[in-house]
């Protein structure tokens, strides 16, 4: 008998059962779709909504609040995960309503796999969410990645699409071997893999630090890729702007949500011993991504690209919460500046869904609607839907009153509290510079003859949930409390 | 010099020359049948180290599986070297300015200090240790987690392929076996009655 034999526990599966049980609907239904005969598919998309349903059942049920870990360390349940998930099934669920109507109208999108790419693209973003080791993020990551290439290749007619998704393909390789490479150097330095024990090596200072800070340079650009921030952001606008709408609804929310908790894991669970190190990084690439991201939004005519850009712009913004949580050895405002992080993207996925999610609800019977002169007049047209969608434009701008006011405070206030204060007047003259092209999009929606006069047909169910998402924007905007504090609540039980 | 030490120059002289190889054969081909021979001195370079069962894997999986499918792609399609190589030159000198900042960059970060690679020496494992055993024990005990995952990546690269790839129905030209046993004479030989041509 080895050492490694008598080691060995059998893990504990009821904490990943949310995991388990979402693999396991994700291959039924790929079963099931074989038998589905109808073209629209209804009994698939039902299912695949019941089975996220399902699995917010399993996670809230499983949700114990206490920091646990199984598979040998490999995963780990805490609140934050928890809390991620269910809003991360939440968004899946929203993003598929919104998108229904889209795919239905193109036919190579309007199969089976699309739901089932989905739900693997899901669990991914769960595996990722919950992950204390090196290797676990990463397969969470591809899995997530691959799923995403082949949704942005699906409608494989359509030139644009296919130059996205080979785009997205090559550079999204490319950052996975420079996360890769990081990570092998992380591994070298401190000799595991393990999230936690990583962390214990570097506490105890067991660790080369030449190599270490070497490594973190490739970690910190392979997250600032899959983040899409500057330097490492060329592939946003192409992607967002050739995929098919529905897709770049689905890209441009749920992955933030598990992109935030990658850098979580990584960075503040396994690195903060190095916190000094990938700060100065991160307010690099924090200030680079609010510049490049306002300032080329500007120039853009296309709506999808514009919102590309202000979604670097958002993310840097982000990255502001997470550069101050330690400051010169003092931990003191670190549970602040990671909760404002997390309000900030947990908000603005909920804005990017709804944003996107009105492109989808304008584009019918097969046309794209995704120019900014789509939206012109939209107020004569629709006078309900035009205000949502500049509730959205105000919240993404940062008007007070609306929640992304609110969540770029927080984020300031903790820059301002730990003394950054030349970063948060920065932050704010480029937040003036993004209001221009959110309120050029409520100045047309408002004051613009409209080119096309035709009333606007939807299914009533994505109308319901439109208007629910703009009406969340403005009560968050004005109750923001209770969601900052379930944020701030579960940090505090999660590091 | 012990008979291992010289080995292992030998090996990684090959490995070096084949991978530089790589990127300097004009012919795809050629360039493709090196990285088939750098494969095959790293799985040499890896039986040094005692791991046998890398090395297995390395010359199975990709000289035998990887390499052959890579080579086939290469033959069957055509590409133009050519156009490849367009703009090589006016991208050279940029790409190799950045290219020495990185290296000096590294160097400066690393100094000397080879990654600490000295202060760990390979462990030595009796005679009897198996490879193969050990890789399976943590592959299905401790990682059993990321491995089955693994498993969900390449089912999803199925899934993808088909999704891309598949146009409804076949419309091949496949016999269907219940047709076919009820063919009769008359469906097979059709015989035409023509008039005789008047030989001018």
């Known amino acids: ?495 | 010099m012990e008979f291992k030490t010289f080995v292992f120059y030998f090996l990684s002289a090959i490995l070096v020359f084949a991978g530089l190889r790589v990127i300097t054969a004009r012919n795809p081909v050629h360039a493709a049948l090196f990285l088939v021979l750098a494969f095959f001195t790293a799985s040499g370079v890896w039986m040094l180290l005692q791991a046998e069962f890398l090395a297995i894997a390395l010359v199975l999986v990709y000289v035998g599986a990887v390499m052959v499918l890579f080579l086939f792609v290469v033959m069957m399609l055509d590409i133009n070297l050519d156009r490849l190589r367009e703009g090589f030159w006016s991208y050279l000198p940029l790409g190799s300015i950045i290219a020495l900042l990185m290296v000096a960059e590294m160097g400066l970060v690393l100094g000397g200090n080879y990654l600490g690679l000295f202060e760990n020496s390979v462990p030595q494992s009796s005679a009897e240790y198996s490879n193969v055993q050990a890789v399976g024990r943590l592959l299905f005990t401790e990682y059993v987690y990321p491995f089955e995952l693994a498993s969900v990546i390449l089912l999803v690269g199925i899934i993808a392929a088909v999704a891309l790839t598949q146009r409804g129905k076949r419309k091949n030209k496949s016999v269907s076996p219940s047709q076919q046993v009820f063919v009769k004479a008359g469906d097979r030989v059709r015989v035409l009655q023509m008039p005789a041509e008047k030989s001018d």
């Open chain 1, 1 to 495: 008998m080895t050492l490694a034999e008598m080691q060995f526990q059998m893990p504990d599966l009821r904490l990943a059962s949310a995991e388990i049980f979402m693999l396991l609907m994700a291959c039924l239904i790929l079963i099931l779709d074989l038998f589905v005969k109808d073209r629209k598919r209804t009994v698939t998309f039902v299912a695949t909504q019941l089975t996220l349903i399902g699995a917010a059942v399993v996670t809230f049920a499983t949700s114990s609040g206490e920091i646990a870990y199984t598979f040998s360390n490999m995963y780990v349940g805490d609140l934050m995960g928890d809390l991620l998930k269910l809003l991360l099934y939440l968004t899946v669920i929203v993003v598929l309503f919104y998108s229904r109507g889209y795919i239905l109208e193109r036919e190579q999108m309007a199969r089976g796999e699309y739901y089932s790419l989905v739900l693997f693209a899901t669990l991914g973003m769960m595996v990722m969410i919950s992950a204390n080791h090196l290797v676990t993020v990463y397969i969470g990551l591809e899995l997530l990645s691959l799923s995403l290439y082949a949704l942005v290749a699906m409608n494989r007619d359509s030139v644009p699409a296919t130059e996205a998704a080979m785009k997205f393909f090559v550079l999204g390789a490319l950052a996975s071997g420079l996360l890769l490479y990081g990570m092998s150097m992380i591994y070298g330095a401190t000799g595991t893999l393990e999230i936690t024990t990583i962390a214990e090596r570097l506490y105890t200072g067991q660790a080369d630090k030449s190599i270490l800070v070497f490594g973190l340079v490739f970690l910190v650009s392979g997250l600032a890729f899959k983040l899409g921030v500057v330097p490492f952001h060329m592939w946003i606008p192409d992607v967002y702007h050739g995929a098919p709408t529905a897709v770049t609804l689905f890209i441009a929310t749920a992955p933030k949500l598990a992109a935030f908790a990658m850098v979580i894991r990584l960075l503040v669970n396994g690195l903060i011993v190095l916190a000094q190190d990938w700060q100065t990084m991160l307010i690099l690439l924090s200030v680079l991504s609010m510049a490049i991201g306002n300032i080329a939004a500007i120039a853009q005519t296309n709506l999808k690209r514009m919102l590309a850009y202000s979604a670097i712009s958002h993310m840097g913004f982000m990255l502001l919460g997470m550069v101050t949580g330690v400051v010169g050895g003092d931990a003191r405002f670190a549970l602040n500046a990671y909760s404002s992080s997390m309000f900030y993207v947990i908000t603005y996925v909920l804005t990017s869904a709804g944003t996107f999610g009105m492109i989808l609800l304008l584009a019918r019977g097969g046309l794209e609607s995704d120019e900014l002169e789509d939206f012109k007049g939209l107020n004569k047209r629709s006078p309900w839907f035009a205000a949502v969608m500049m509730m959205m434009m105000f919240s993404m701008a940062g008007v007070p009153f609306f929640v992304g006011f609110f969540a770029k405070f927080s984020v300031l206030q903790a820059v301002v509290a730990a003394g950054y204060l030349w970063l948060a007047i920065v932050a704010v003259l480029f937040s003036l510079i993004g209001c221009f092209y959110y309120l050029r999009v409520v100045k047309i929606m408002y004051f613009d003859q409209p080119t096309n006069t035709a009333p606007i047909v939807a299914p009533m169910d994505m109308k319901i949930l439109m208007s629910a998402n703009g009406l969340a924007v403005a009560l968050l905007g004005i109750f923001p409390q209770a969601l900052m504090s379930l944020c701030a609540f579960s940090l505090l039980r999660s590091l």
